[in-house]
């Protein structure tokens, strides 16, 4: 059982454009979210995150936005720069579950000159 | 920010040998820790919930006695791979939480392991 959905395997985007990836969840227990950044053969990289009493968060280039009506969130990177391209994972946690994340399966960033 | 390392970043053993990583946190002291597994173009998988001072939770089917997890001191979390078989070949990867303003895991850079 899949509770946190990335459909997109891949995305491609111009450099300079916006980069929108998705990701929709089941479990309505889920309070926190989070983007990581992962290269290949190395560790996720924390990006941004956002809490459920809230509905947009923004950090620099990227903005997660939430929408807990429809179990979906989203990153958004504007501009896009190339060394953004790699694998995006949003994951999810209930507060009073210790912590424990739930990732979605990923999607691949790539942004062309 | 928070720095998680890993030792060995990549070990190659023989089929039925023991392997241990080690995760530590660099400039933090992290009560908990979490130990993910990721296979080729998936997703990272929760193994188990390493807490300091106690027994690590581990996730439905994951075999406690073939993965061990000792979280001996608030930086150091090891897990040992027992009696590797090929099967167990994958991508380790530790994490630590944080708790300050808002909470979240930082990652170490992983530990590939192959056996053969």
């Known amino acids: 059982d899949q509770q946190v959905k990335q459909n997109s395997p891949s995305l491609s985007v111009q450099e300079g454009r916006i980069s929108i990836l998705n990701c929709d969840y089941t479990?309505?227990?889920?309070?926190?979210f989070l983007w990581y950044k992962k290269y290949p053969a190395e560790g996720p990289t924390f990006l941004i995150s956002?809490?459920?009493?809230?509905d947009k968060n923004e950090d620099g280039r990227f903005t997660v936005f939430l929408n807990k009506s429809a179990k979906h969130l989203s990153l958004h990177i504007v501009p896009s720069q190339p060394g953004d391209s790699a694998v995006y994972f949003c994951?999810?946690?209930?507060?009073?579950?210790?912590?424990?994340?739930?990732f979605g399966t990923g999607t691949r960033l790539q942004v062309t000159l | 920010g928070a720095v998680v390392s890993q030792h060995p970043s990549w070990v190659i053993c023989k089929s039925g040998t023991s392997v241990k990583i080690e995760c530590r946190s660099l400039?933090?002291?992290?009560?908990?820790m979490f130990w993910y597994r990721q296979f080729p173009k998936q997703s990272l998988m929760l193994m188990a919930t390493?807490?300091?001072?106690?027994?690590?939770?581990?996730e439905q089917g994951v075999e406690k006695d073939k993965f061990l997890i000792n979280h001996a001191s608030l930086t150091l979390s090891t897990l040992t791979v027992t009696s590797a078989h090929p099967e167990d070949s994958s991508f380790y990867i530790c994490?630590?939480?944080?708790?300050?303003?808002?909470?979240?895991?930082?990652f170490g850079p992983g530990t590939r392991l192959l056996v053969l």
């Open positions: 994951a999810a946690t209930n507060t009073g579950t210790a912590s424990k994340l739930t």
């Open positions: 400039d933090f002291q992290a009560t908990t």
């Open positions: 994490s630590a939480r944080v708790t300050t303003t808002q909470e979240t895991q930082y």
């Open positions: 479990n309505s227990m889920f309070d926190y």
């Open positions: 956002i809490s459920s009493i809230k």
């Open positions: 390493s807490n300091e001072g106690s027994k690590a939770t581990y």
